[in-house]
């Protein structure tokens, strides 16, 4: 898996922060999350092939996550898109969408379909044959929902040597990758472990954008390979951040430590600090394991 963060702030666009938008490459897909405005500036700008894209994943509904889906989708339009494109997100996204469509007359040459999923649960939302996604109830001042990405575990893979060495015939071969032994024609069984490396443990991703510090989403994450986690504020601010369904640096830190989380990113920065080095001070005497977003960067999974 590859993160690619398109924009790192909270508030205005300012101190060079654009506003929310992830894109996530695992295998052959291509996911993005949140489409705050310029999010197709930042694509641009970035050089980030997002053709592949066909599904778009929405927290919520609050204008620096979601303005700029509307430019995105209208885009594929003169692109003369065909592909079917879906979008998951809270109650509401559908009359958004249709609304705005609507009153500025726009026709899709593509089937574009929109999936309201409920944030207070943490269900499965999508699958593929390489992935799932499953909603994260987050708690904010609307209805929002974070998002956790999970590899499918891979079957095993057989050593090609071994197929050689024992003359193993094609047809044999998924059944020995799923855990079979095989049986020579003398009746010798070779065991699995013999034939096969165990496949790269699967990776997992979760996006955690705007929320109050829960619990609930560390359980929801427990053993994530990388946590992006809101950190708008800093301790200086934490009534901010209680009041206005926000988190700290420190909060943040906290949820990735209670869930076992690889790795943390903060991001969705306040506009008032220049800088994030107080927030990486408070993150990092809770969470060692900590960094903070930054424009067009890339992250391994
Ligand atoms: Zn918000
Ligand atoms: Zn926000």
Known sequence: MQLIVLGSGA?????????????????????????????????????????????????????????????????????????PLTIYGPAGLRELVETIS???????P?????VEVDTTVHAKVFESKHNEVWSIPLHHRTLCTGWLFKEKPRPDNILPEKIEEYQIPFS????????GDYTLPNGTIV??????????????????????PSEEVARCVAGVSLLYHEATFTNEHHEEAAYSGHSTAEQAADIARQAGAEKLLLGHISSRYRDTEQHLLEAKAVFERVGMVTEGGEYEV
């Not at 609507?102 to 899709?108: A, E, F, N, Q």
């Not at 593509?110 to 929109?114: A, K, M, R």
Request: aromatic letters at 12%.
């Open 191 to 212: 065991p699995h472990g013999e034939l096969t490396v165990p496949a790269k443990a699967p990776r997992s991703y979760a996006f955690c954008s705007d929320t109050a």
């Open 110 to 114: 593509y089937e574009l379909s929109v």
């Open 11 to 83: 508030g205005g666009p300012f101190q060079g922060r654009n506003y929310t938008a992830h894109l996530l490459k695992s295998g052959s897909e291509t996911f993005l999350i949140d489409c705050g405005e310029g999010t197709q500036h930042q694509l641009y700008h970035y050089r980030v092939k997002y053709d592949g894209v066909a599904q778009i994943f929405i927290s919520h509904l609050h204008g620096d996550h979601v303005y700029g889906l509307m430019g995105l989708i209208t885009s594929f339009c003169l692109k003369r898109r065909t592909d």
């Open 102 to 108: 609507r009153i500025s007359g726009v026709w899709y």
């Open 172 to 179: 044999a071969i998924p059944a020995i990758k799923s855990g």
